[in-house]
């Protein structure tokens, strides 16, 4: 009886073991931000690339908004657990950046991982953001977009504008706005994410610097010298140009989009990636263009930078495991996958072949608002001031950006006290993250 | 005489209060403690590099503008939150409590409030008053208010002042309505027998002897006021505008889980921490004695 009972075991156990090796998938696991229809896209995504081959299983998983998706690979690797793979906003690239432990460059992932990859494939105004100075591939852009300004298409032709000549520079913008308020609007235009759209781009638009080093790139004890009389003119247009209507402050992150689409405002400067919402919420056609600029300033146009997050590689896993990292991102960069994303999502597609795949295929043609985005990133070749930004404690800049531009446009200061204060607590929040990441 | 239980077993007492007290060491004291020391620390958010750096998160602090802004916000959002909703509710459960006809649906309606998730009651009140689609905000630009509260501090302030004490006034009410309920009817009687008006029996008999309620709700508002409302500004302002909703909990809040300032929001923490026990301290000594039970 008992001799029976240890056979069995025997049998069951070397059964399992069978039954386990033959099925050593190796388990990748990614930590996303992306809700709703998005989320979906994710995990068809990742479904395709399971069902192409069986030595890896990516296990895509839903972490919340950015913030949530940062906390929580951030306290899975304090814990020692973290995923193979995080989903990191563009302003937490500095923090990524800087815990050199927790991280593996994508640049080391894929050669170590012997595939053929070839960085050169990519945008570079794309990957220009995640990468060392040298140029190197720190982590793999996933989602990026740019700003570009929306019109309404029905309220030029009530004010008698040209819908196929939209305002190229600020003072074609004023002259649009006032006319558009003559005709009844309650305001000209409107913008969200205005620290991204009206600093952090005007900057790299204008080809002016943000920050010292080469917006951080090249050390961390860069200082924010987003005071500049071309910084210090803008803003004070926009808070001057509230008494005419002409510029409305929409509120924080993009909370004003409303205003957009319910006819408030009939110019709207947002994300390229906010093209689907609006399609959705506005009862009208509209287009967009690229960002107005002061024709004034020397170097503009020059071109803009992205948002967006990106994909970074988790320290602390075996060779196996980044082997199957390497070969998802080989995957997620193929022409096909690249352009289907950037179809369905209005991302900007990451590598130059997806974007030719798409022109191919004539969606351009259709939609011709989805070009606007990737010719202004690609309309002149990047400089130090339109590579991107890495700034410690960049969250934090952002919430003093809000305040110090909500204190402008209030009128309880002016545009050069504002920024002059807003770039020392900046610096304090620089000299901060300098000194716990030494 | 004092009553009291006596236990023969000299074990049983501690096993019986000990699930209160490991609860109270692992959520409250440990986590405490915790907080103490990553205020002394500056830490990336990894963890991988840890400096002590004794007292200067506290000193960063005390030296940055926004912090010190904060400070002020809360002060005045804390005490209108609290006046406003206890005011009222104390004048609803007055009428609540002479109130014949209806007064249970009346009751209910006071009470719905409380059910309602913070968050949610934030939204609400945020699509009320927002400046493109709000229904309010119609009403108000009607009669020629500028209303922006996305640009106005003072506005946006109201705004969540009233958000907030909307949902505190029915936790008041149910207060209230209770210690009115247990003042007996003769002294009030008496009183109108001998020609005190409504209000002069209010002053003189009802009040003192709600005096201990009105005390326990002080307390109770300005804690909630100082921790619950997070999701009010959350959901509503962020801290804006211009820093004038920028209440110490949000703060904190934003600089540890948005943006990954571990000593810095810990030294605030441990402020906090010290502002509450100073605050509950002062009530219970000089506050207490002023009331009667």
Same mark, same amino acid.
């Given at each position: ?31 996303? +931000? ?31 908004n950015y913030h949530d998706t940062?906390? +929580?690979?951030?306290?899975? $690797?304090?814990? *020692? ?18 815990? !050199?432990? /927790? ?9 170590? /991982? ?32 740019t700003p570009v300004l929306y ?18 520079? &600020? ?17 000209? $235009? ?14 790299? &638009? ?6 010292? *080093? ?10 924010? %010298? ?39 405002? +009939? ?15 506005? *009862?009208?056609? $509209? ?9 004034? +300033? ?27 990292? @390497?070969? $998802? ?36 043609? !259709? ?32 919430? %003093? ?5 909500? @204190? ?26 300098? !000194?716990?990441?030494? | ?16 209060? #000990? ?13 405490a403690f915790m907080a103490l ?11 991988? =590099? ?31 939150? #609290? ?12 009428? #609540? ?72 006034? =029915? ?70 505008? =211009? ?25 605030? =923490? ?24």
């Amino acid at each position: 009886m008992k001799k029976h009972k240890i056979i069995l075991i025997l049998a069951i156990v070397v059964l399992f073991v069978g039954i386990n090796s033959a099925q050593a998938v190796t388990e990748i696991q990614w930590w996303f +931000a992306h809700g709703g229809r998005l989320g979906e896209k994710v995990q068809s995504i990742v479904a395709d690339f399971n069902k192409l081959q069986n030595k890896y299983k990516v296990v895509a998983t839903f972490k919340g908004n950015y913030h949530d998706t940062m906390m +929580a690979g951030i306290a899975a $690797f304090r814990s *020692k657990n973290p995923p193979h793979i995080l989903q990191v906003f563009e302003v937490g690239t500095a923090t990524m950046m800087a815990a !050199k432990g /927790a991280i593996k460059p994508v640049y080391e992932v894929m050669s170590e /991982a012997g595939q053929p990859w070839d960085q050169n494939a990519y945008l570079s105004t794309v990957i220009g953001y995640y990468t060392t100075p040298e140029g190197k591939m720190l982590s793999m852009p996933f989602n990026s977009s740019t700003p570009v300004l929306y019109y309404n298409v029905d309220a030029f032709k009530k004010a008698g504008l040209d819908p196929d000549k939209p305002p190229k520079t &600020w003072p074609e913008v004023a002259d649009y706005a006032k006319k558009l308020v003559a005709a009844g609007y309650q305001g000209g $235009f409107s913008t969200a994410w205005i620290s991204w759209i009206h600093i952090e781009n005007f900057g790299a &638009w204008h080809n002016v610097p943000t920050g010292t *080093k080469a917006n951080g790139f090249e050390g961390l004890d860069t200082e924010f %010298v987003l005071n500049s009389p071309l910084h210090v003119k803008h803003i004070q247009q926009l808070a001057d140009w509230q008494k005419e209507k002409i510029f409305i402050y929409g509120g924080r992150r993009n909370k004003g989009n409303a205003k957009f689409s319910s006819g408030e405002v +009939a110019m709207y400067t947002e994300s390229s990636a906010g093209y689907a919402g609006f399609k959705k919420t506005s *009862k009208f056609p $509209f287009r967009t263009s690229m960002l107005p600029y002061w024709p004034d +300033a020397a170097g503009a146009p020059q071109n803009t930078i992205i948002g967006g997050a990106s994909l970074w590689v988790m320290a602390g896993h075996s060779k196996a495991e980044y082997d199957g990292v @390497a070969t $998802f991102f080989n995957y997620i960069s193929t022409p096909a996958v690249q352009a289907d994303w950037h179809q369905f999502t209005g991302y900007l597609p990451i590598t130059t072949d997806a974007y030719y795949l798409t022109k191919g295929q004539g969606v351009y043609d !259709k939609k011709p608002g989805m070009e606007t985005a990737l010719k202004q990133m690609t309309l002149n070749k990047p400089t130090s001031n339109s590579r991107g930004l890495r700034f410690g404690n960049f969250v934090q800049m952002r919430a %003093v950006m809000y305040d110090t531009l909500e @204190a402008i446009f209030v009128g309880k200061t002016t545009a050069k006290k504002g920024l002059d204060d807003a770039v020392a607590k900046g610096n304090r929040l620089l000299r901060k993250f300098e !000194k716990a990441n030494k | 005489m004092e009553k009291r239980v006596v236990f023969h077993n000299k074990v049983l007492p501690y096993v019986l209060v #000990a699930p209160q007290i490991i609860i109270t060491l692992v959520f409250f004291i440990w986590p405490a403690f915790m907080a103490l020391y990553q205020s002394v620390q500056q830490e990336d958010a990894f963890g991988l =590099s840890t400096v002590f750096v004794g007292v200067e998160n506290f000193k960063y602090i005390f030296t940055d503008p926004i912090y010190l802004n904060s400070i002020k916000v809360t002060m005045v959002f804390s005490l209108s939150v #609290a006046a406003i909703a206890m005011s009222l509710s104390l004048l609803l459960a007055v009428m #609540a409590d002479r109130a014949i006809r209806g007064a249970t649906a009346y009751k209910t309606f006071i009470i719905w409030p409380y059910a309602v998730a913070p968050v949610v009651a934030a939204v609400m009140w945020y699509f009320l008053f927002n400046p493109t689609v709000g229904m309010i905000s119609f009403f108000l630009k009607a009669v020629g208010v500028d209303w922006n509260f996305t640009l106005k501090g003072g506005q946006a302030m109201l705004l969540v002042i009233i958000a907030a004490a909307w949902r505190e006034m =029915s936790y008041n009410f149910l207060f209230f309505l209770a210690g009115l309920q247990t003042i007996p009817k003769p002294f009030i009687e008496a009183a109108a027998i001998d020609g005190a008006s409504p209000a002069k029996r209010f002053w003189t008999i009802s009040l003192p002897l709600l005096s201990p309620t009105v005390f326990f709700l002080i307390v109770m508002n300005i804690v909630y006021a100082f921790f619950d409302t997070f999701g009010i500004i959350h959901a509503v302002t962020e801290g804006g505008p =211009s820093e004038a909703t920028n209440i110490m909990v949000f703060k904190i809040y934003h600089d540890s889980f948005e943006a990954l300032d571990l000593g810095g929001s810990a030294a605030q =923490s441990v402020i906090l921490m010290f502002f509450v026990i100073c605050l509950t301290v002062v009530q219970f000594r000089y506050i207490e004695r002023k009331v009667h039970y």
